[in-house]
């Protein structure tokens, strides 16, 4: 097991993030974020905080629960379905860009449910991606438009993103794999 | 900078390990609590631009009504199109029923054609668990008899929870036709097993003889059992199943037990009136009351469609639920 990001690489990551994010789109009009749950929460709302420190204005954020659009849902008889909590998404995602923030990108299975379910919510003008890890390993043509870190991974490996406010403390670790 | 509600309440159980719903008897108060957190969440769904989610495609839902039913049926069938099931309705009436055919053959006949659940109404207490041991599909109860009606008392939960935030401790307080009715028992159980103080009130002759082997208080003085009452529940005189002489009449039903305002007065100043439909107007209920400021009658039903979504979704892991616990 190895930390590969303490709670101080992620702070500053969250932060570079946040100017890239006001660089990129020329500020935060038309903006709003989208955390996927449980850990894209409050990654997303850290993420608003920065851009009011940045720019002076809120940006709407929302919680969004993809368990409903999981592709392996209905496919394998896996007996009990896993737990559907809610979703807040209380603004028009219509003609905004929508930041959707996840902690780790893998297969993007995730990312493409989290696509279908925020495309029920109305038309976005954009959809743009931001994860704290990317892993690799991508199952479906996926990729993110703001990375915190790139983790070259094996599939026998874990990548475990612990934050303060769901697991008591900030960190990002590596678990098994063969070395 | 961490807040109550960042940290994500991890409850007791997760999913719910078993086949079918044959009625609140069979569930733990985690497993309750798991229903009515699952119904929150699919609450929201009723909200979007577009109220439907892909959980339950390709999966088929009979919905088997052998008892007239508008707000059930609709319910469910609105829940399963949420869910995006495929859904088939049969009614008494244009069903084989009426050429003799028994419940068993029936359901039999319904299995050879693989759906994955049945959602079954019918007037014989315990058909729900006749057809649980001969299918392999999914079985829920939408109201067996006389013995129970499990989702109307999950929504008649949910609605007292969202209101109250909790159901441990109140005084709940239901009045009408006892002896009759499947949705009394359902409620009962699930009330006393979360914690509230239940008390029933009707004539001496709708009181069930061991009614009280239920952990509730029991009466025929409505006073009594309104007096500091958060919650009042009235069940519909079932004019139908009414074969013997149970009150004088209807009129004398109203006068004695109808809510009217003034008899609310005596409940709490934030009591929440409750009707599971249809409404029996100027017999258990006054037309003030039933569309006053106290009435969540149509919470009630808005909130059917959530819960019936949850036991849906939760369900739908089929035989392999049970196999797995």
Same mark, same amino acid.
């Given at each position: 097991?190895?930390?590969?990001?303490?709670?101080?690489?992620? %702070?500053?990551?969250?932060?570079?993030?946040?100017?890239?994010?006001?660089?990129?789109?020329?500020?935060?009009?038309?903006?709003?974020?989208?955390?996927?749950?449980?850990?894209?929460?409050?990654?997303?709302?850290?993420?608003?905080?920065?851009?009011?420190?940045?720019?002076?204005?809120?940006?709407?954020?929302?919680?969004?629960?993809?368990?409903?659009?999981?592709?392996?849902?209905?496919?394998?008889?896996?007996?009990?379905?896993?737990?559907?909590?809610?979703?807040?998404?209380?603004?028009?995602?219509?003609?905004?860009?929508?930041?959707?923030?996840?902690?780790?990108?893998?297969?993007?299975?995730?990312?493409?449910?989290?696509?279908?379910?925020?495309?029920?919510?109305?038309?976005?003008?954009?959809?743009?991606?931001?994860?704290?890890?990317?892993? %690799?390993?991508?199952?479906?043509?996926?990729?993110?438009?703001?990375?915190?870190?790139?983790?070259?991974?094996?599939?026998?490996?874990?990548?475990?993103?612990?934050?303060?406010?769901?697991?008591?403390?900030?960190?990002?670790?590596?678990?098994?794999?063969?070395? | 900078?961490?807040?109550?509600?960042?940290?994500?309440?991890?409850?007791?159980?997760?999913?719910?390990?078993?086949?079918?719903?044959?009625?609140?008897?069979?569930?733990?108060?985690?497993?309750?609590?798991?229903?009515?957190?699952?119904?929150?969440?699919?609450?929201?769904?009723?909200?979007?631009?577009?109220?439907?989610?892909?959980?339950?495609?390709?999966?088929?839902?009979?919905?088997?009504?052998?008892?007239?039913?508008?707000?059930?049926?609709?319910?469910?069938?609105?829940?399963?199109?949420?869910?995006?099931?495929?859904?088939?309705?049969?009614?008494?009436?244009?069903?084989?029923?009426?050429?003799?055919?028994?419940?068993?053959?029936?359901?039999?006949?319904?299995?050879?054609?693989?759906?994955?659940?049945?959602?079954?109404?019918?007037?014989?207490?315990?058909?729900?668990?006749?057809?649980?041991?001969?299918? +392999?599909?999914?079985?829920?109860?939408?109201?067996?008899?006389?013995?129970?009606?499990?989702?109307?008392?999950?929504?008649?939960?949910?609605?007292?929870?969202?209101?109250?935030?909790?159901?441990?401790?109140?005084?709940?307080?239901?009045?009408?036709?006892?002896?009759?009715?499947?949705?009394?028992?359902?409620?009962?159980?699930?009330?006393?097993?979360?914690?509230?103080?239940?008390?029933?009130?009707?004539?001496?002759?709708?009181?069930?003889?061991?009614?009280?082997?239920?952990?509730?208080?029991?009466?025929?003085?409505?006073?009594?059992?309104?007096?500091?009452?958060?919650?009042?529940?009235?069940?519909?005189?079932?004019?139908?199943?009414?074969?013997?002489?149970?009150?004088?009449?209807?009129?004398?039903?109203?006068?004695?037990?109808?809510?009217?305002?003034?008899?609310? +007065?005596?409940?709490?100043?934030?009591?929440?009136?409750?009707?599971?439909?249809?409404?029996?107007?100027?017999?258990?209920?006054?037309?003030?009351?039933?569309?006053?400021?106290?009435?969540?009658?149509?919470?009630?039903?808005?909130?059917?469609?959530?819960?019936?979504?949850?036991?849906?979704?939760?369900?739908?892991?089929?035989?392999?639920?049970?196999?797995?616990?």
């Amino acid at each position: 097991m190895s930390i590969v990001m303490d709670a101080d690489r992620i %702070g500053r990551t969250l932060t570079r993030i946040a100017h890239e994010i006001v660089e990129r789109n020329k500020g935060v009009d038309e903006l709003a974020l989208v955390g996927v749950r449980t850990r894209g929460v409050p990654l997303a709302r850290r993420l608003a905080r920065s851009l009011r420190e940045i720019t002076g204005h809120d940006v709407p954020t929302g919680a969004l629960d993809i368990t409903l659009y999981r592709d392996d849902l209905m496919r394998l008889q896996i007996g009990p379905q896993p737990q559907v909590r809610r979703t807040e998404i209380q603004f028009s995602i219509d003609n905004r860009k929508i930041l959707l923030v996840d902690d780790v990108l893998y297969t993007g299975r995730t990312t493409r449910a989290a696509l279908d379910a925020l495309i029920d919510f109305g038309r976005p003008k954009a959809i743009q991606l931001i994860v704290l890890v990317d892993r %690799g390993h991508r199952e479906l043509p996926i990729k993110a438009d703001y990375v915190g870190k790139n983790l070259p991974t094996s599939p026998d490996e874990s990548v475990q993103v612990r934050l303060l406010e769901i697991d008591g403390q900030d960190e990002v670790v590596l678990d098994g794999g063969a070395a | 900078m961490t807040t109550a509600s960042d940290i994500e309440r991890k409850p007791p159980v997760t999913s719910l390990r078993r086949k079918d719903l044959l009625g609140i008897a069979d569930l733990s108060p985690d497993e309750i609590a798991l229903v009515l957190d699952t119904a929150e969440a699919m609450k929201e769904v009723g909200t979007r631009p577009i109220k439907k989610v892909p959980a339950l495609r390709g999966k088929t839902v009979v919905n088997l009504f052998f008892e007239p039913s508008t707000r059930t049926r609709t319910s469910f069938e609105i829940a399963e199109k949420r869910l995006s099931a495929d859904t088939l309705n049969i009614a008494i009436g244009t069903s084989s029923v009426v050429k003799g055919e028994t419940l068993a053959d029936t359901a039999l006949n319904l299995e050879a054609m693989s759906p994955d659940m049945i959602v079954l109404r019918h007037s014989s207490s315990g058909a729900c668990h006749l057809l649980s041991r001969i299918c +392999r599909s999914a079985i829920i109860n939408a109201g067996d008899g006389m013995h129970e009606h499990p989702t109307q008392a999950l929504l008649d939960a949910f609605t007292i929870r969202e209101r109250k935030k909790q159901l441990a401790g109140l005084k709940v307080t239901i009045i009408g036709d006892l002896l009759h009715s499947r949705v009394l028992r359902s409620n009962i159980q699930l009330l006393t097993k979360m914690g509230a103080d239940v008390w029933v009130c009707g004539p001496p002759t709708l009181i069930p003889t061991d009614v009280r082997r239920f952990g509730v208080q029991a009466t025929s003085i409505v006073d009594e059992a309104i007096v500091d009452a958060d919650v009042i529940m009235l069940l519909r005189i079932q004019l139908e199943r009414m074969e013997g002489a149970f009150f004088p009449s209807q009129r004398e039903y109203f006068r004695v037990f109808g809510m009217t305002e003034s008899r609310l +007065r005596l409940a709490k100043p934030d009591v929440m009136i409750m009707h599971p439909g249809p409404m029996n107007r100027g017999v258990e209920i006054a037309s003030e009351v039933a569309d006053g400021p106290y009435s969540v009658i149509l919470d009630q039903v808005a909130n059917g469609v959530a819960v019936r979504m949850a036991v849906l979704y939760l369900l739908s892991g089929g035989a392999e639920n049970e196999e797995a616990a």
